[in-house]
């Protein structure tokens, strides 16, 4: 069996090909091939970048980074309540957790809310005063849930885990208010 190498620049002409016939193949979509190290190859569609706008791209964003700070939630949450036997990763989960609520700021630099009828940030998180408030309070309950992990001399103390799981509390508190008072679902 005789094996055809590729130039580079072949490579990268039939890459631009494929995503070619994959933009006409469907409006709004491209599918990109992944070479695999392990002998399959993959591909995956993603929206077309052409057609993703920057207030678009912003909301995406925002919704991915919310979606990952829910899974370092969730991930304490199994710990503490569930009695996953990861202990020892609490430390570095609640400093993960602070740091991505030290990010909210971030997510709502621009004011970007969700279009009528669509699920997301409603015009009030940009509108309202009070706003400024629940995001502080937020941050403030992450960073409590940190310290509280920090200072903790036995992390799978149920003692601990009882006073960590409640400053956890607190934080998904604050998630739930800010998102009854300023998203529509």
């Not at 934080?171 to 009854?180: F, Q, Y």
Request: glycine residues 6%; negative net charge.
């Amino acid at each position: 069996m005789t094996r055809t190498t590729f130039t580079p620049a072949l490579r990268v002409t039939g890459l631009v090909l494929i995503l070619i016939a994959a933009t006409v193949a469907h409006a709004g979509e491209v599918t990109l091939p992944m070479p695999g190290p392990w002998g399959d190859d993959y591909s995956e569609t993603l929206d077309d970048p052409a057609g993703v706008d920057a207030t678009e791209a912003f909301q995406r964003f925002r919704q991915q980074s919310m979606q990952g700070t829910s899974a370092t939630y969730r991930s304490i949450e199994q710990i503490l309540r569930y009695g996953a036997p990861f202990a020892e990763r609490l430390p570095d989960l609640a400093e993960e957790l602070a740091r991505r609520a030290d990010d909210i700021e971030t997510w709502f630099a621009r004011e970007t809310p969700a279009r009528d009828g669509e699920p997301g940030a409603l015009p009030a998180a940009w509108e309202d005063p009070d706003f400024a408030e629940y995001k502080a309070a937020y941050r403030e309950a992450a960073e409590r849930l940190q310290r509280k992990v920090e200072s903790a001399e036995d992390l799978e103390n149920e003692d601990f885990q009882l006073r960590a799981t409640e400053a956890l509390n607190g934080v998904r508190h604050h998630c739930l208010a800010c998102h009854d008072n300023y998203r529509r679902r």
